[in-house]
């Protein structure tokens, strides 16, 4: 059994010993570089997302980022709602312009800066990417990264919905789930107007109940139909 342990990194200012002001959910230190999820695109699974806890004391959501490996064809909208427990609730909060990747032969960390969104702290929120706006013009279909399916991050885990060109559907149907966790990160502060902290500390910690250490699992799949089955 081989054992991997997830990196939360937190991020202080030094002001005479101040409170966090800043805090980066990460689970990349626990993705192996290779296994992922697919297929996501045009005509595939058009919507693919992490559910996140929105740490407490630190309820503005500065950016977030997914491992991807898609072709230039592909073109989607990075989008951030609340979520009431099996899909997404409300308004949406946060869209980031059109965007698309460089190189369909790696994965590259996408990320989208929300320029601060206030959110309710500990509230449950949905962070995902979609091609369900770009569909015109666009084809083709990719892979994300993700963590093996094992849970390693306990604030929240991966979600899909098969909504094709219909963003009603975000709202109004449930999405479905599976076990474990995107490659991703996010990154949450106070509202002070924190930019670019001077020190980084790496650490695995309990600060939100995350899980800190992870078990290897065969590497599931999300076919066309996206029922998600064993490989």
Known sequence: MRLKSIAVRTVCLLLGGGPLSAVT???????????FISSFGIPNTQTYGQTVTVPLGLPVL????????????????????AWDG?????????????????????????????????LVPEGVYVLFASTSKENSGHSGGGIWGVTQFDDTYAGGTTVYINNGSDTTKWTSKDWATLPGDLAFQ????????????????????????FAIVTRRRRLCRITRSCS????
């Open 62 to 81: 500065q950016s977030f980022s997914f491992e991807l490996k898609l072709p230039a064809t592909l073109a989607f909208r990075g989008e951030v709602y």
């Open 228 to 231: 998600p089955k064993q490989r």
């Open 25 to 35: 959910i990460d689970t990349l230190a626990s993705w192996d570089g290779s296994s």
């Open 86 to 118: 099996t899909k997404a609730a409300g308004p949406d909060l946060f869209e980031s312009g059109v965007t698309s990747t460089s190189d369909s032969s790696v994965f590259q960390l996408i990320t989208f800066n929300t320029g601060g969104i206030p």
């Open 186 to 209: 996010a990154t949450f502060a106070s509202g002070s107007g924190v930019t670019e902290p001077p020190t980084t500390l790496l650490f695995a910690s309990a600060l939100t109940g």
